[in-house]
């Protein structure tokens, strides 16, 4: 089959990585970045956490167990990428300070509500937390997500390109506005597929929708604000992702290579993708600080903005007809999901094709 997939985002690049794993089709990707390394897909832009259970405080059963199988199937992806891609399965942390706890506690309670018994909060004792992450001091209250992971998103976008690269055709520059079955057009040029998986995001909204409507419908996407900040903190060690239950943001920190060490808020109720404000620097930064004390003297190298495409109930979907597959509203799960999506939206579209392999 002649495959075209609109979006070179993560979900872009996952679907081209693991089509390409299957040499009888013949794959074309699209997207407006002027290469490889074009930054405004919302893949760039994230902390790369892969966490199904801190998710379930505002996702369903469904985004949880796309979690769990993404998991898995990160596992398997990873070792078949070139160069060295970041990924870890150590757990993730839930932290509070104590005049925070009673709204932590409730926060912790509804995960234990929702998530099956293996995957609950495990509070920890601070001489626990302090024999798993040294570098932790202020908050009082801490809880373990067993099994959870992070990957670098940065090293992962790159791998799955540098995967597929010589067996998919890119079309750098190409913004494509015209998407029907079997069909993708750019408004002065078009080209014929067999199939189009759409994966375009906040792309694939129709000029003059407005967000604001309520309609059930991948088109009807509207984005939310992401900010991140980049940390070089030589001599501080996290050895795993933890997120702050701050009452006006859940902040999180994440260790990367390098001494970095990511720093980011969860989701801003916006479209604008001006560079970071004031007051999210102030406050984001206050709040790891207070987490690790020992950021006071790291250094702010690099902040960034972006836009996650979700839909009305914050929900991933996936509209499938003959010749076209549309995909979007990942929201804040993009890494989280986006292989289980993938392999879902694949099974859909080539129900008579060998299922695509993922084990390296």
Not at 67 to 73: A, T
Not at 319 to 343: D, S, V
């Amino acid at each position: 089959m002649h495959i075209a997939i609109v979006g070179a985002g993560a979900l872009g690049r996952l679907l081209a990585y693991l089509l390409s794993r299957q040499p009888t089709h013949r794959i074309s990707v699209f997207d407006p970045a002027d290469g490889p390394e074009g930054r405004g897909a919302a893949g760039w832009t994230a902390a790369g956490m892969l966490t199904p259970t801190a998710e379930l405080e505002c996702a369903d059963l469904d985004v949880f167990n796309h979690g769990l199988r993404s998991l898995e199937l990160w596992s398997r992806i990873m070792p078949s990428l070139p160069g060295d891609v970041s990924f870890a399965r150590d757990g993730s942390l839930l932290l509070a300070h104590r005049h925070d706890s009673g709204a932590a506690q409730r926060t912790v309670g509804l995960l234990k509500q929702k998530a099956p018994q293996p995957y609950r909060p495990v509070a920890l004792l601070p001489a626990q937390l302090a024999e798993l992450e040294p570098d932790i001091h202020g908050p009082s209250l801490a809880w373990m997500l067993p099994g959870e992971g992070v990957l670098n998103a940065v090293e992962t976008m790159r791998g799955l390109y540098s995967a597929a690269a010589d067996k998919v055709t890119w079309h750098w520059n190409h913004t494509i506005t015209q998407v029907a079955p079997g069909l993708v057009g750019n408004g002065t040029q078009s080209w014929t597929f067999d199939h189009v998986f759409d994966a375009r995001g906040l792309g694939q909204r129709p000029p003059g929708m407005s967000s604001s409507d309520n309609a059930l419908s991948c088109q009807n996407v509207r984005g939310v604000r992401g900010e991140i900040f980049w940390l070089h903190a030589p001599g501080v060690v996290l050895n795993r992702p933890a997120r702050l239950l701050h009452p006006r943001h859940r902040v999180y920190v994440v260790p990367r290579r390098n001494d970095i060490i990511v720093v980011g808020a969860s989701e801003i109720e916006s479209e604008d993708r001006s560079p970071v404000s004031l007051r999210s620097t102030v406050e984001l930064l206050a709040a790891a600080h207070s987490m690790m004390p020992g950021l006071a003297e790291a250094r702010l190298v690099h902040t960034e903005t972006n836009l996650r495409p979700a839909l009305v109930d914050n929900l991933p979907r996936i509209e499938h007809e003959p010749g076209l597959t549309r995909i979007n509203g990942l929201f804040r799960h993009g890494w989280l999901i986006a292989p289980a999506i993938a392999e879902k939206a694949l099974a859909q579209a080539l129900p008579d094709n060998t299922l695509i392999q993922v084990s390296p």
